[in-house]
């Protein structure tokens, strides 16, 4: 039996997003640009815009002498992954078998086995489709064939809008007229070599024996001598086993550049984030934080922790060091993420004669504190920092 | 499986032929693949519905690929895409159609095509609207071959079979659960080309689920189709020059066994009046 593999894909995600948060916007060529950035290029822009021939990683400057009124957005990539969760959440209704990207709209599901129980795999791809419409008000190109490369070629040929189904058998027909840059996995080195061998659609390529092939590609002839004949067995790659990291998400009401607010926000994730460890018995030994700033740019900082911990106050003071190395513009911050990983069980060796130290008392706080809450509830019992920061904005997921 | 009675030729099949649980079910071997699902198929029926093209137009390349993996008396009903039955938009499905005619090109110059199925939704109501665009559908399809199938039961009216006759247009003739609204189970004959029976199964419960698999979930028993052997041979036939037949209870394997049972019978009943 073939495999039954669905590729949704949400053409110009990030501009769809955007749209959607401020209709205005609809029907007008958009641009997302990290506007901060020295040498700006797009990171995404809609579908009035590419007519316009404006294209993923073109500098800021050629965009604008392409079109002076275009509307410039600058990214907000936490925006985009809690969309793309959501997309996710409904997804799982039919397969737990899914891969996606973190913020790029794309999301591949394997039905293979679903079928028995929500019907064939091209009505699952066509109600998550009318699902994705309903309630997130995101239309996607869809479609329906028996490996991911086929599936992703597919979407290629039918977007911005529309569907393709791939017959089980009918990949290598379907593939034959194709150009090959509609082939995913080939690089621009590769598309180049092969142009410069006069070969532009998959069907010249195919007419080529591994031996011809290796000529112009080298050491990639036969990965692409199998892309090109719509061989791909890698399977779809559920998100759900990646468990080794957690993080948690803040984002500011207005943004800021205040460093109270700022160490506040920190504090409340990493308690989050320690709490989460100690349910689960584990501890970190990696902090990592992304700050994004309100034009659009992003600033990442990583250390170690050792030795590894699920204790709020030395994980805090471990952070409260990594926010001040990632913090490194005047520009007011948006959005934080705090990452924790290198996630393992506790291993340590209790001390024998020196119970009353520092990191025991604060070992003892903890635990009292956590048991507070678990009686009376989360809000019943703070600390001073954590005291001024909304928590309807905190997120925390692994 | 093609049958001869007298002047009407009978072909009957199934409501699509790729599914994962017919294999499970025993219809096709273990380990069949997907792709050779199709020239398994045609070991058994002469005929099949094609499903896919009410998701997506059907594309001509794609088409004509399979016009060639069956053999040359086989039939194909394809169902009208979706954005000329449930997703219509005004001044677009014209378009539509025009893409519609040229993906099925293949199968008209094949001869493999046995009709256009319209399979109409339940709120497809007869209002005045829906007339005039029913009747614009079909005389821009005009020229092929057409069989129309309501959900709703409006559509009873003598009105529209006799407008039905007098364009040649085959009303489909339901086996559904007996539900309220539902276009109840007819003989009625409107083109003495081609008759249309599906059966969808009697699944009451499952109908309104929203899910494939729980509404089609049926196995008809050998009395219910000798029912139907009886209305077909006694009241259908003699009124057509050729029939089709499809069981759309498609879930766990059923369509191909009941299709198979009713090929029996009427071989059976085509001995007797021999």
Not at chain 1, 44 to 53: N, V, W
Not at chain 1, 97 to 109: A, P, Q, R, Y
Request: glycine share 4%.
């Amino acid at each position: 039996m073939s495999r039954s593999i669905i590729h949704l894909n949400i053409a110009d995600f990030a501009a769809a997003v955007e749209i959607n948060q401020q209709p205005s916007f609809r029907g007008y060529p958009l641009i997302i640009v990290p506007i901060g950035a020295p040498r700006a290029v797009v990171y995404d822009m809609s579908e009035e815009a590419y007519k316009q021939g404006i294209r993923k990683g073109m500098p800021l400057a050629r965009v604008r002498r392409l079109n002076k009124k275009i509307k410039i957005l600058p990214p907000s990539f936490n925006r985009y992954e809690l969309v793309m969760k959501d997309l996710l959440k409904e997804s799982f209704t039919f397969s737990p078998l899914i891969e996606s990207g973190k913020s790029d709209g794309h999301i591949f599901m394997d039905v293979t086995g679903s079928s028995r129980l929500f019907g064939p795999s091209v009505d699952i791809a066509f109600r998550l489709k009318n699902a994705f419409k309903k309630t997130f008000n995101l239309d996607p190109v869809w479609s329906v064939a028996t490996n991911k490369l086929i599936a992703k070629v597919a979407t290629r040929v039918v977007k911005p809008i529309g569907e393709y189904i791939v017959a089980p058998g009918d990949e290598k027909a379907f593939l034959a007229p194709l150009p090959l840059h509609l082939i995913p996995g080939l690089i621009k080195s590769d598309l180049t070599r092969l142009r410069e061998f006069n070969l532009f659609s998959i069907s010249q390529a195919r007419a080529l024996t591994m031996e011809q092939l290796e000529i112009p590609c080298h050491n990639r002839a036969s990965l692409i001598h199998d892309y090109i004949r719509g061989v791909d067995t890698a399977p779809v790659t559920a998100s759900c086993e990646d468990f080794s990291s957690i993080y948690a998400d803040h984002e500011f009401s207005e943004d800021t550049n205040s460093a109270a607010l700022l160490k506040q926000a920190l504090y409340f994730m990493v308690e989050k984030i320690c709490k989460n460890l100690r349910d689960r018995k584990l501890t970190g030994a990696a902090a990592k934080i992304i700050i994004s700033y309100s034009d659009g740019m992003q600033k990442s900082s990583k250390l170690k922790i050792t030795p590894s911990t699920y204790n709020d106050m030395i994980m805090f003071k471990k952070c409260s060091l990594l926010l001040d190395k990632a913090w490194t513009r005047r520009v007011r911050i948006r959005h934080m993420r705090l990452v924790c990983e290198k996630l393992s069980a506790p291993q340590f060796q209790a001390d024998l004669f020196a119970y009353n130290t520092k990191k025991n008392r604060q070992a003892d706080l903890v635990a009292a504190m956590d048991r507070i809450r678990a009686k009376f509830g989360r809000v019943s019992i703070k600390t001073g920092l954590a005291m001024m920061v909304s928590e309807s904005r905190q997120v925390i997921t692994e | 499986m093609t049958n001869h009675f007298d002047a009407c030729s009978l072909f009957v099949g199934t409501s699509g032929y790729s599914y994962g649980e017919w294999i499970d079910s025993g219809f096709y071997p273990q380990g069949t693949n997907s792709s050779n699902m199709l020239d398994i198929y045609t070991k058994f029926f002469h005929t099949t519905e094609l499903n896919y093209t009410w998701y997506q137009m059907p594309k001509a390349a794609a088409v004509e690929r399979m016009c060639a993996k069956v053999p040359k008396n086989f039939k194909f009903a394809a169902k009208l895409t979706r954005t000329m039955t449930h997703e219509i938009k005004k001044g677009y499905w014209q378009k539509e159609v025009m893409s519609y005619r040229q993906g099925i090109e293949p199968l008209i110059q094949s001869k493999k095509l046995l009709c256009i199925l319209i399979q109409l939704p339940p709120w497809f109501k007869r209002s005045i609207k829906f007339r005039h665009y029913l009747a614009a559908l079909l005389d821009e399809l005009s020229g092929l071959p057409i069989a129309v199938e309501f959900r709703h039961d409006s559509w009873v009216n003598d009105k529209v079979f006799y407008e039905f006759e007098k364009r040649k247009i085959t009303l489909v003739s339901v086996d559904a659960p007996d539900l309220p609204g539902l276009f109840p189970q007819l003989d009625v004959v409107t083109n003495q080309d081609l008759f249309y029976i599906r059966f969808h199964g009697r699944n009451a419960k499952g109908w309104g689920s929203g899910n494939m698999q729980k509404q089609f979930d049926y196995d008809y028993t050998d009395l219910e189709i000798t029912k139907w052997d009886s209305v077909i041979k006694e009241t259908i036939i003699p009124k057509a020059r050729a029939g089709g037949i499809f069981f759309n209870n498609h879930v766990r394997g059923q369509a191909p066994k009941n299709a198979l049972t009713l090929i029996d019978f009427l071989f059976e009943k085509q001995r007797e009046y021999a």
